[in-house]
């Protein structure tokens, strides 16, 4: 989650509750249309220096089961629609990028002014911040990120028991400062939650249905929205898709493999440009050039800064985008073949270093997937999963490890993940998706098709994250399609993928990832 815009929300509006034979709340239906008071976001006028965003903030339950009990805000934020209430008007579209933790008024520019075929004019797009996040009150952050990002950090992949003890503490750490200043809120962090506030900002819009578009984690909340709320969805576009039945221990093993596969290729096409990049002409030579470089990194970090852990955030990003390949191979040579050790700096700097926005973003990350599902107690069975798991993938099986190993203190226990099913009162739904994806792999959006039975997939050949409004015309085309009038493909469909990356030797010609994995809950 880089480059956040941080946007101030407007005044809140009181969305009233009623409960179900569940005994769980659900946004009133009776809200009426304009009844969330906008306003243009003060000192903000967005990325594009437009002066159309608009901010306001939705108030909602704590907790859905006490509805007139405590409340919180969410911040969410527009682009309204250029043509009027109408024919032409397809209502609203939210958004979401990922993470958890991700903000989604970061994404509403983005998604408006990319929408293919004027879709933008024709849709309010509606960005929300989930709760914790952003510019929602309470905003979770559990540690001083200049102090606990200070780099360079321990080295991930631990050498001896003093070294696994002391990764194990920072973890331990982590989970008792989130408890200690969020107890009365931990609780209450869940996705279904985060569902339910959608339902809550769908009535405080005064829209019987709505849209959504969700990325990566977003695709999972999409399923759960679309699971206890069918009656409501008009369209639902769900773009690399997270496996619903494996939330959330077991889908952080699937990605270690995934992300094998991926930094694998990456290696094999910096081979494929060894007249350019001089690393080794074989994938095999140069996996030994990557990881000799990470092993001197552990003892001579590059500006006293670039570690093993801080090269591991960095080289993740490549999983995520092939976009980065070019510079980030580029920096790799210099420090390799000529000693400039500028290039590995400039790209941590960029791409994999961490502020107090990330740290909310990891809180958030932390608070939802631990609260989600159930997580081994028992450090041994962690210990033991990756150990196995490090001999088949070691580019990410141990710092994905000490990622998420804070729920194993965690100061709640997991919950029981909402079972993700389709419905009749569901309308069509589109899937697009990658095939080589890594943090989000291709079974997992097999997973999600069986589970809402009535979608169409539309795969990019590639293994980029978040394949649409990335440029690749054949997806977009059934994006709109979809959008404007609910039409799918007859079958799933396969399009040509992007080119593949051209390699250059000047630093200056790096092609920067997707602006959507600026936004993009890349955790």
């Known amino acids: 989650?880089?480059?956040?815009?941080?946007?101030?929300?407007?005044?809140?509006?009181?969305?009233?509750?009623?409960?179900?034979?569940?005994?769980?709340?659900?946004?009133?239906?009776?809200?009426?249309?304009?009844?969330?008071?906008?306003?243009?976001?003060?000192?903000q006028p967005g990325r594009s220096g437009s002066s159309s965003l608009e901010c306001a903030t939705v108030r909602v339950p704590l907790d859905y089961r006490a509805p007139e009990g405590q409340s919180i805000k969410l911040a969410i934020n527009r682009i309204k629609a250029k043509?009027?209430?109408?024919?032409?008007?397809?209502?609203?579209?939210?958004?979401?990028?990922?993470?958890p933790g991700a903000s989604g008024r970061d994404l509403t520019e983005f998604v408006s002014a990319g929408l293919p075929e004027g879709l933008g004019e024709r849709f309010d797009v509606i960005g929300f911040d989930p709760r914790g996040v952003g510019g929602s009150e309470p905003a979770v952050r559990c540690v001083d990120p200049e102090v606990y990002y200070k780099a360079p950090r321990p080295d991930a992949?631990?050498?001896?028991?003093?070294?696994?003890?002391?990764?194990?503490?920072?973890?331990?750490?982590?989970?008792?400062?989130?408890?200690?200043?969020?107890?009365?809120?931990?609780?209450?962090?869940?996705?279904?939650?985060?569902?339910?506030?959608?339902?809550?900002?769908?009535?405080?819009?005064?829209?019987?249905?709505?849209?959504?578009?969700?990325?990566?984690?977003?695709?999972?909340?999409?399923?759960?929205?679309?699971?206890?709320?069918?009656?409501?969805?008009?369209?639902l576009v769900l773009d690399s898709i997270v496996d619903p039945t494996a939330v959330w221990y077991e889908a952080n093993l699937k990605q270690d493999r995934a992300f094998e596969r991926r930094h694998r290729q990456f290696l094999a096409w910096t081979a494929a440009n060894n007249s350019v990049y001089k690393l080794g002409s074989t994938q095999k030579q140069t996996s030994f050039a990557y990881y000799a470089m990470r092993e001197r990194l552990r003892t001579q970090p590059v500006g006293g800064v670039?570690?093993?852990?801080?090269?591991?955030?960095?080289?993740?990003?490549?999983?995520?985008?092939?976009?980065?390949?070019?510079?980030?191979?580029?920096?790799?040579?210099?420090?390799?073949?000529?000693?400039?050790?500028?290039?590995?700096?400039?790209?941590?700097?960029?791409?994999?270093?961490?502020?107090?926005?990330?740290?909310?973003?990891?809180?958030?990350?932390?608070?939802?997937?631990?609260?989600?599902?159930?997580?081994?107690?028992?450090?041994?069975?962690?210990?033991?999963?990756?150990?196995?798991?490090?001999?088949?993938?070691?580019?990410?099986?141990?710092?994905?490890?000490?990622?998420n190993a804070p729920c194993a203190f965690w100061p709640v226990p997991g919950g029981q993940p909402v079972n993700v099913q389709g419905?009749?009162?569901?309308?069509?739904?589109?899937?697009?998706?990658?095939?080589?994806?890594?943090?989000?792999?291709?079974?997992?959006?097999?997973?999600?098709?069986?589970?809402?039975?009535?979608?169409?997939?539309?795969?990019?050949?590639?293994?980029?994250?978040?394949?649409?409004?990335?440029?690749?015309?054949?997806?977009?085309?059934?994006?709109?399609?979809?959008?404007?009038?609910?039409?799918l493909p007859k079958q799933d469909v396969t399009c040509t993928a992007l080119p593949a990356p051209r390699a250059t030797d000047h630093m200056m010609a790096e092609q920067d990832p997707l602006p959507l994995l600026g936004i993009l809950g890349l955790l």
């Open 1 to 43: 989650m880089k480059r956040v815009i941080r946007i101030v929300a407007g005044l809140a509006v009181l969305v009233a509750g009623v409960v179900s034979a569940d005994g769980v709340a659900s946004a009133s239906q009776e809200a009426q249309a304009g009844s969330v008071w906008w306003q243009p976001c003060p000192g």
């Open 83 to 99: 043509v009027p209430r109408g024919a032409d008007h397809l209502g609203s579209l939210l958004v979401n990028p990922g993470g």
């Open 157 to 235: 992949v631990p050498r001896g028991q003093a070294e696994e003890r002391a990764l194990l503490d920072r973890a331990a750490h982590y989970a008792g400062q989130c408890g200690t200043f969020w107890s009365w809120l931990l609780p209450h962090l869940t996705t279904e939650n985060a569902a339910r506030d959608m339902d809550s900002i769908r009535a405080a819009l005064g829209e019987e249905k709505i849209s959504y578009l969700g990325y990566s984690y977003g695709t999972y909340l999409g399923g759960v929205y679309a699971t206890l709320f069918p009656q409501r969805i008009k369209r």
């Open 306 to 403: 670039v570690g093993p852990s801080e090269l591991d955030d960095t080289y993740t990003l490549a999983g995520y985008s092939d976009r980065v390949w070019p510079a980030f191979a580029r920096a790799w040579s210099s420090y390799v073949r000529q000693g400039d050790a500028q290039g590995l700096l400039d790209i941590y700097n960029k791409h994999g270093k961490n502020d107090a926005k990330d740290e909310n973003g990891y809180a958030v990350y932390l608070s939802v997937q631990c609260r989600d599902a159930r997580w081994p107690r028992s450090w041994d069975k962690w210990r033991a999963d990756m150990t196995r798991m490090h001999q088949k993938a070691p580019f990410l099986t141990w710092p994905n490890t000490w990622f």
């Open 423 to 487: 419905s009749k009162r569901l309308p069509p739904i589109l899937l697009l998706q990658s095939r080589s994806d890594a943090a989000t792999p291709y079974k997992g959006a097999l997973e999600m098709r069986r589970h809402l039975p009535g979608t169409r997939m539309v795969i990019d050949p590639g293994g980029n994250h978040g394949v649409s409004l990335g440029g690749n015309q054949c997806v977009d085309g059934h994006l709109a399609a979809y959008l404007r009038d609910g039409t």
